[in-house]
């Protein structure tokens, strides 16, 4: 498929299926803000769910979930407030405003949209979101939307430390949401203005960060094949010292091929002591780690992984959707990894008379896995509707059925059918989708 042509599909497949809207549709839509529909929010969820389960399924890493609205300090000491921002260009012809590393570098004064060269000297634009606390709107009472999760982490480092007396290395995993005023949104869920992170920080003593930035690169890029995605869309690309945050000393981004070409989807940082150190500074408060065997305090180096869990859910849709052609049609299909797919198994009676007992089927399956009952259509158009949601296998409850108990269960990668006895369907899917 053209991958511009791909693009226009997934925006069209995820709004048509219930994936994705854009935020405040019917008051034409809100820039950078999006939306997750009853399958888009199974989708995100299943990739929560598996990450959290593969963090905190370590016995030394635990998990957090900190407020979205901090201490306006926190975001001083982190260097936020003074450096969070991106250098920005406005045409003064027509307004519009764009990130230099937007512009065209062969032609840096010419206005991307109108072309004229009317453009603005750069000017820098903090990136965070500001609101207020309390009554009074001014400068005392300002406050921001956090820009990424792990600063409530490292300002929760001796919380964890004392109330579950984890030792060095352990971790701190969390999801939640994060905001940026970023300048240009695009590409559909790559760069919008609120979203989800999956971050976890691993907290080292100086010294084995080298050994730690290893072994987490390697368990990170395990991660996305063990949910499906395929190894040549997937590609790991060091920092070169002169693009890394000021904070890291070493970084490595885990790419994934989008339809517009190999792009971030989580970033593995050596952040060092930098983060503990400004905030022990910033606080007056202590931020270090008594190691019982040296008898000795130190402040703990910080490994990284953080992963955006709305670019990563856009990232498995785009790595899901395939074309194939069936009888001379074109058949859409989400080839979702069991653990992602949404829903899991569709059932279907072949015709009215199999209603009844293909109702008890869907009633006890939803009980183990997210199921569907479908009763409307002929066959192929319900298993056609269910490929292109995604659905890994589906069950048809015909006029043997009432006869044997045998039901068919239908491949939605091979298409190939199978007959199995009803008193084995649960334990047949469980062993296919192995969740
Ligand atoms: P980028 O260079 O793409 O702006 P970044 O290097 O600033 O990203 P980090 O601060 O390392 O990103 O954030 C970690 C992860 O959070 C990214 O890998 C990405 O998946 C996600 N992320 C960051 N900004 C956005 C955004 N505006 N929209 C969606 N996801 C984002």
Redesign the pocket.
């Known amino acids: 498929m053209d991958e511009r042509k791909k693009l226009e599909k997934i925006v069209s497949l995820c709004k048509q299926r219930g994936f994705v809207f854009q935020s405040s549709e019917i008051y034409g839509g809100i820039n ?1 803000c999006y939306d997750f529909g009853p399958l888009g929010v199974e989708v995100l969820n299943n990739i929560k769910n598996y990450w959290w389960k593969t963090m905190t399924g370590q016995e030394n890493i635990v998990g957090l979930d900190a407020s979205i609205i901090m201490s306006p300090k926190v975001w001083e000491a982190s260097g936020h407030v003074k450096s969070f921002s991106d250098p920005m260009v406005d045409c003064r012809s027509c307004k519009a405003r764009f990130r230099i590393d937007d512009l065209d570098q062969q032609n840096i004064e010419q206005c991307p949209k109108c072309g004229k060269q009317e453009l603005t000297t750069p000017k820098n634009f903090n990136l965070m979101f500001q609101t207020h606390i309390g009554p009074s709107v001014d400068s005392s009472s300002v406050a921001y939307l956090r ?2 999760t792990a600063q409530g982490i490292y300002v929760n480092f001796n919380n964890v430390v004392k109330s579950t007396r984890q030792k060095v290395p352990f971790g701190i995993a969390q999801i939640g949401k ?1 905001f ?1 005023n ?1 300048i240009n ?1 695009k590409n559909f ?9 999956m ?1 976890m920080q691993y907290f080292i003593p100086p010294g084995t960060d080298e050994k730690w930035f290893e072994y987490w690169r390697e368990q990170r890029i395990n991660w996305y094949k063990e949910i499906g995605i395929a190894d040549e869309n997937l590609q790991v690309v060091e920092t070169p010292a002169e693009d890394r ?1 000021h904070y890291a000393k070493r ?1 490595a ?2 790419e994934y091929k989008f339809p517009f070409g190999f ?5 593995i ?1 050596n952040r060092t002591d930098y983060d503990l150190t400004k905030h022990q500074k910033f606080s007056g408060k202590k931020c270090e780690y008594f190691d019982p065997m040296t008898q000795k305090r130190y402040v703990p180096y910080i490994l990284e992984t ?7 859910a856009f990232a498995v849709i785009c790595d899901a959707l395939h074309e194939d052609e069936v009888k001379g049609e074109v058949r859409t299909i989400l080839r979702f990894h069991p653990k992602i797919a949404p829903i899991k198994v569709a059932i279907f009676p072949l015709t009215k008379g199999e209603k009844e007992k293909a109702r008890k089927i869907y009633e006890e399956l939803n009980k183990q896995f997210k199921c569907i009952y479908d009763v409307s259509g002929s066959i192929g158009k319900r298993y056609r509707r269910q490929d292109e949601i995604g659905t890994p296998y589906c069950v048809t409850v015909d006029g043997q059925s009432l006869e044997d108990g045998t039901v068919t269960v239908r491949d939605r990668d091979t298409m190939g059918q199978e007959r199995i006895a009803g008193k084995a369907l649960k334990q047949y899917l469980a062993e296919k989708l192995n969740l």
């Open positions: 950078g820009p990424e994060a940026r970023e949104t869920l790559f760069r919008v203005r609120e979203f989800e992170q971050e945050a970084a981004d885990i792009q971030e989807i989580e970033g940082h953080s992963v955006g869990a709305t670019r990563l």
